[in-house]
């Protein structure tokens, strides 16, 4: 039986896709997850318990776990395990991608001087101490800008300033986050930096693809229709085939291509993000991991028989090293809107969920905020209430099945100061 390594955290929305997908195939799949290591197998699924900021006792806790029943492939799912499985996989002798590349592509002032070196568009940008004085760089700041961390993902932490006092206000913002417990436990020493960059203004795309000994195969480039403008940049909305133009499309798919040359990204799954105006296409970044949490389910594609197949099945046969070419991306419309979190508070409900199932077009809705749960928004939130899926004959079809049904739904968050007047 084939055996295919897993790195993720605890909480990956995609872990259960990934093993449904294995048992299908017949593969066993071995996790590797930064849990307690102290713990006798919480979870029953015999992971092996991994550091992602201590590398060099997680992979060789990996090698060792290995030894005896060699692993054929490996899987990353999210940002943070991304350096450990480049790591894990040259040291097991397997494809993946050099780990001064994902060091690379996680860190985005590396990023924007490899893009810089490399001679495509990119933003004016420098990086400082997250302990500088606000105000001092405040009036040398070159405005409309954007603030953000240098390793965190999903807009986390980024904030658009148009005038000192935005500056000053947004600085002290992030400072506090990039020092708050969570981030701190990431022991990263990028967390005591922050880039200031221009502001790029232009319509926001997403590309997801893959790289199989350095060739790029896109699978599909998604349009983000809302506006992302600031001050915060939380995404919503992702719709599949892109309305851009043919000439559009294709500049993205060869700046993407060149920004993963510029990092020196080898082999595996692929997600970018890019801003396009009447300059270019400027990649924001590129990152070595397949598209985040459950959005990965408005990826879908046929094998020859016509047969629908997730994105899951066609990264798990990838990492084996199948030829995955006669696997095409359906050319139905599909999309998901990741639920945002409106406000600070305790998630108590939802109500509306069975009337925006029934909109036309809409194929699933999935709440994974939890009853009781402290919600936090963005700047400093990092989740979403939960994800709404659709599919159609034409992107605006289902781009609007996604509006209509998010409209039906009403989310009960309580204020903490309401619970403290109890």
Known sequence: MKRVLLLATTTGYQIRSFGEVADKLGVQVVFATNRCHQLDDPWSDHAVPVRFWDEEHSVRSIVSSCAAAPVHGIVVVGDQPTILGARVAEALGLPGNPPNAVRASRNKLASRRAFRHAGLLTPTFADVPVTSDPAALAVQCTYPAVIKPLALSGSRGVMRVDRPSDFVWAFERLSRLLQSPDVLNDHDD????????????????????????????????????????????????????????????????????????????????????????????????????????????????????????????????????????????????????????????????????????????????RITAKTDELLLPLPEGHSYLGFIFASGDDPATVEQSLRDAYASLTFEIEREIELARR
């Not at 319509?203 to 199989?212: D, H, I, Q, R």
């Not at 001050?231 to 499309?249: C, D």
């Not at 990204?265 to 985040?292: K, S």
């Not at 046969?317 to 999309?335: F, Q």
Request: proline share 7%.
């Open 190 to 365: 990028l967390h005591a930096r922050v880039l200031i960059e221009s502001y790029i203004p232009g319509n926001e795309f997403a590309l997801e693809g893959v790289m199989t000994d350095g060739m790029f195969r896109p699978f599909v480039i998604f349009d983000k229709p809302d506006p992302l403008v600031g001050p915060f940049f939380e995404e919503t909305i992702y719709v599949t085939p892109s309305r851009a133009s043919q000439v559009v499309q294709e500049a993205i798919v060869d700046q993407v291509a060149a920004a993963t040359r510029a990092i020196g990204l080898r082999h595996g799954p692929l997600h970018a993000e890019c801003r396009v105006n009447t300059q270019g296409v400027y990649v924001l970044e590129v990152a070595a991991r397949p598209i985040g949490g459950l959005c990965a389910r408005a990826i879908r594609f046929h094998d020859a028989a016509g047969s629908i197949v997730p994105l899951e099945e066609v990264l798990l046969r990838h990492s084996l090293g199948e030829d995955i070419s006669r696997w095409t991306p359906s050319t139905r419309a599909t999309g998901v809107m990741m639920i945002p979190i409106p406000r600070r508070g305790v998630y108590r409900g939802v109500k509306g969920v069975d009337a925006a199932a029934a909109f036309p077009g809409v194929d699933d809705i």
